[in-house]
Nanobody
Framework: QDELVESGGGSVQAGGSLMLACTTSEEIFRRCGMGWYRRIPGNEREIVATISTDLNTRYRDSARGRFFISRDFTKNTMFLEMNRLTVDETAIYYC????????????WGKGTQVVVSS
């Protein structure tokens, strides 16, 4: 059983927007902080944004002001709104839940591909 299911990836032109979603069980959603991470080809996985159960947020510097993380407790779903995307943000984006320590999580989604073209 997949505890985290991502959706919303796809292709977009540079400067465009995408909305990613991550749905999980009510138990995980209500108990755990969650986050979005990405793996750019040739690079290690990196943080994009995180959100706690009391809605405290953290962003990588390059995403701040363009990306917005949120969570909907009625849908057990976390969102990532991405605006003004750049070509070098082409990556697989992963949802994560239940941190055991900073940037280390119990649950990871399978990832959703985002392709930004020039």
């Amino acid at each position: 059983q997949d505890e985290l299911v991502e959706s919303g990836g796809g292709s977009v032109q540079a400067g465009g927007s995408l909305m990613l979603a991550c749905t999980t069980s009510e138990e995980i959603f209500r108990r755990c902080g969650m986050g979005w991470y990405r793996r750019i080809p040739g690079n290690e996985r990196e943080i994009v944004a995180t959100i706690s159960t009391d809605l405290n947020t953290r962003y990588r510097d390059s995403a701040r002001g363009r990306f917005f993380i949120s969570r909907d407790f009625t849908k057990n779903t976390m969102f990532l709104e991405m605006n003004r995307l750049t070509v070098d943000e082409t990556a697989i984006y992963y949802c994560a839940a239940c941190a055991v320590r900073r940037d280390e999580y119990v649950y990871w989604g399978k990832g959703t591909q985002v392709v930004v073209s020039s």
